[in-house]
Antibody, heavy 121, light 106 residues
Framework: QVQLVESGGGVVQPGRSLRLSCAASGFTFSSYGMHWVRQGPGKGLEWVAFISYDGSNKYYADSVKGRFTISRDNFKNTLYLQMNSLRAEDTAVFYC??????????????WGQGTLVTVSS | SYELTQPPSVSVSPGQTASITCSGDKLGDKYACWYQQKPGQSPVLVIYQDSKRPSGIPERFSGSNSANTATLTISGTQAMDEADYYCQAWDSSTVIFGGGTKLAVL
C-alpha cells in the first residue's frame, strides 16, 4: 500500500533554515509528480510546491518562491523541501502528497501524516 | 491570481442531501477535485476530475463542474461525513484550494 512518511519538522527561529523529507513506498515513486501542501494552525490547505516525476519541472506558490526548494531522489524514493529564511507565517503542518496520475494531473490521491514546522523565537 | 470560493459552512440533517459549492472564473474549463478532512487527520481525496470517485469512496459522494461552479453532493448524508471539505483546481502552474467548508450533520 502507498505510504508517505514526512520527517524533519520542529521548532526553528525566524530567518533560519529547515529541510523536510518524505519517504515514499508502495508505488513507483519515479513515475509520479509530488507535491508539498501546508496547513497553518486552524487554517485551510495551501499548496506549496510541485516537482515532476523526473525533477525537470518545479513550481512554487508565490508565498514561498525564492525561499523554498523542492527536490527528489528517485533512487532513495524520497521527496525533500528545503526551507530557507523562515518566517512566523510559515508555521504549519507540512504534508507531502502524491500526484494522482503518471505524468501529472495536479490532484492528490495520497497524503502523508504531516510534519509540524513552528517558526518562533 | 485565480481564486476558488466556498461557503464557510453548510448544515444538513442525517439522511438528507448536502451540496457544497466551489466558485471560480470559468472553473468549468478546468478539472476540479474535492478533499475531506476530519479533525486531526490528513485530507482524503473524495472526487477528482470533476466527478470521478477514487476506490473506497462511497457512492453517496458525487461531483459536477460547469460554467463557474463545481459542486460536491453527498446523498444520504451520514454522521461520519461531518468534516471540512476543500475544492481544488489547477491554473497556470499553480494549485489552488478553496477556503474550505465545514459540513455539520445535525
Amino acid at each position: 500500500q502507498v505510504q508517505l512518511v514526512e520527517s524533519g519538522g520542529g521548532v526553528v527561529q525566524p530567518g533560519r533554515s529547515l529541510r523536510l523529507s518524505c519517504a515514499a513506498s508502495g508505488f513507483t515513486f519515479s513515475s509520479y509528480g509530488m507535491h508539498w501542501v501546508r496547513q497553518g494552525p486552524g487554517k485551510g490547505l495551501e499548496w506549496v510546491a510541485f516537482i515532476s516525476y523526473d525533477g525537470s519541472n518545479k513550481y512554487y506558490a508565490d508565498s514561498v518562491k525564492g525561499r523554498f526548494t523542492i527536490s527528489r531522489d528517485n533512487f532513495k524514493n524520497t521527496l525533500y523541501l528545503q526551507m530557507n529564511s523562515l518566517r512566523a507565517e510559515d508555521t504549519a503542518v507540512f504534508y507531502c502528497a502524491k500526484d494522482g496520475t503518471v505524468g501529472a494531473s495536479y490532484h492528490f490521491d495520497y497524503w502523508g501524516q504531516g510534519t509540524l514546522v513552528t517558526v518562533s523565537s | 491570481s485565480y481564486e476558488l470560493t466556498q461557503p464557510p459552512s453548510v448544515s444538513v440533517s442525517p439522511g438528507q442531501t448536502a451540496s457544497i459549492t466551489c466558485s471560480g472564473d470559468k472553473l468549468g474549463d478546468k478539472y476540479a477535485c474535492w478533499y475531506q478532512q476530519k479533525p486531526g487527520q490528513s485530507p482524503v481525496l473524495v472526487i477528482y476530475q470533476d466527478s470521478k470517485r477514487p476506490s473506497g469512496i462511497p457512492e453517496r459522494f458525487s461531483g459536477s463542474n460547469s460554467a463557474n461552479t463545481a459542486t460536491l453532493t453527498i446523498s444520504g448524508t451520514q454522521a461520519m461525513d461531518e468534516a471540512d471539505y476543500y475544492c481544488q483546481a489547477w491554473d497556470s502552474s499553480t494549485v489552488i484550494f478553496g477556503g474550505g467548508t465545514k459540513l455539520a450533520v445535525l
